[in-house]
C-alpha cells in the first residue's frame, strides 16, 4: 500500500544532543510537510517542499532544519534539542491540486 | 488569509448517541474543506473532504459533514457512535488554486463513554 512512513516513531534525546527524524513516501507526491504538534494542539506547520523548493515558515525556529535529497524523502535536523522541542513530528505529503494530506504515523520526540 | 474555528474543544456524549462537532471557516476566497482524525499517538486521517457538487459529503466510519455556504460552516455528524470513535477531530481549509499550506482548527476531542 502507498503510504507514509516515519522513523523512528519514538525518540530520545539528551538537551542539546542534535537528532534527525525521517520521512519516506510511496506515493510519489509533489510536496512534503513537517509539522509539530504539542498536547492537545492542532499541528503547527514548520516547513514545506514543493518539489525541491523549501519554504520555511516565518515563525520556525532556526534550531530547526529540514532536508529532502529526493522525492521520496524528507529529514528533519533538530540542531540543538530544547526542552520546549518535546512534541509529536508529523510528516505529511500532498500531491492534488485539492491538497488533501497524508500523514504519516509521527515521531514522539522526548527531550531529557 | 483563511481562519479555522472549532467551537467545541471537547465533546462528551454516550455509546450509541448522535453527535456534532461544529467547524465555521473564514476566507476571502473559495476553498476545500477536510474533516481529520487522529487517534492517540498517531498521525491525523482523513475523515472527508468537500470539493464541489452535493453540500452533503459522506466519510469513512459512518461520518457525514453539510457544508453550508451562507453560515461558512462545515459541521460533522454522526447519527451513532461508537467506543472507538474517541479521537480528536481536526476541520482544515485549503484555499482553492494557490497556496499548499493548510489552515486547522484548534481540534474537537470526542470523548465516548459506555
Known amino acids: 500500500d502507498a503510504m507514509v512512513i516515519q522513523n523512528p516513531r519514538y525518540q530520545v534525546t539528551q538537551f542539546g544532543k542534535p537528532v534527525t527524524l525521517s520521512c519516506s513516501q510511496t506515493l510519489n507526491h509533489n510536496v512534503m510537510y513537517w509539522y509539530q504538534q504539542k498536547s492537545s494542539q492542532a499541528p503547527k506547520l514548520l516547513f514545506h517542499y514543493y518539489d525541491k523548493d523549501f519554504n520555511n515558515e516565518a515563525d520556525t525556529p532556526d534550531n530547526f532544519q529540514s532536508r529532502r535529497p529526493n522525492t521520496s524523502f524528507c529529514f528533519l535536523d533538530i540542531r540543538s534539542p530544547g526542552l520546549g522541542d518535546a512534541a509529536m513530528y508529523l510528516c505529511?505529503?500532498?500531491?492534488?491540486?485539492?491538497?488533501?494530506?497524508?500523514f504519516g504515523p509521527g515521531t514522539r520526540l522526548t527531550v531529557l | 488569509a483563511q481562519s479555522v474555528t472549532q467551537l467545541d474543544s471537547q465533546v462528551p456524549v454516550f455509546e450509541e448517541a448522535p453527535v456534532e462537532l461544529r467547524c465555521n471557516y473564514s476566507?476571502?476566497?473559495?476553498?476545500?474543506l477536510f474533516w481529520y482524525v487522529q487517534y492517540p499517538n498517531q498521525g491525523l486521517q482523513l475523515l472527508l473532504k468537500y470539493l464541489s457538487g452535493s453540500t452533503l459529503v459522506k466519510g469513512i466510519n459512518g461520518f457525514e459533514a453539510e457544508f453550508n455556504k451562507s453560515q461558512t460552516s462545515f459541521h460533522l455528524r454522526k447519527p451513532s457512535v461508537h467506543i472507538s470513535d474517541t479521537a480528536e477531530y481536526f476541520c482544515?481549509?485549503?484555499?482553492?488554486?494557490?497556496?499548499?499550506?493548510?489552515?486547522f482548527g484548534r481540534g474537537t476531542s470526542l470523548i465516548v463513554h459506555p
Open positions: 505529511a505529503t500532498s500531491g492534488d491540486t485539492y491538497n488533501e494530506q497524508f
Open positions: 482544515a481549509v485549503t484555499p482553492r488554486g494557490g497556496s499548499y499550506i493548510p489552515t
Open positions: 476566507s476571502s476566497v473559495s476553498v476545500y
